[in-house]
């Protein structure tokens, strides 16, 4: 089991930054990778950006290329997403996430965090 805990949400101007932090504990070495997703009121979950555990390979939305970073530390046993250059369409709850070694789906979630970018 892995427990996921996210932090680092907020109210920013669009133009602003944030750093959304997520801090895994549990069985963290049967993690395959770790992802970011986030969810608006209405619409569908998006997978926004990915890294491996091991690798450190990464994946990006064309939303988020250029602008959003996802790392990593193991010393801290935490995954980060930087967010630079915030648009109102940013707004949403973004949540971390976790694919195991063995499944073909992220079947471990954080409770979420609130990102609001305002005009």
């Known amino acids: 089991q892995v427990q996921l805990v996210e932090s680092g949400g907020g109210v920013v101007q669009a133009g602003g930054s944030l750093r959304l932090s997520c801090a895994a504990s549990?069985?963290?070495?049967?993690?395959?990778?770790m992802g970011w997703f986030r969810q608006a009121p209405g619409k569908e979950r998006e997978l926004v950006a990915a890294?491996?555990?091991?690798?450190?390979?990464?994946y990006y939305s064309d939303s988020a290329k250029g602008r959003f970073t996802i790392s990593r530390s193991n010393a801290e046993n935490t995954v980060y997403l930087q967010m630079n250059s915030l648009k109102p369409e940013d707004t949403a709850v973004y949540y971390c996430?976790?694919?195991?070694?063995?499944?073909?789906?992220?079947?471990?979630w954080g409770q979420g965090t609130q990102v609001t970018v305002s005009s």
């Open positions: 996430a976790a694919l195991l070694r063995g499944d073909s789906a992220y079947n471990y």
């Open positions: 549990g069985r963290t070495f049967t993690t395959s990778a």
């Open positions: 890294i491996t555990w091991s690798t450190s390979t990464t």
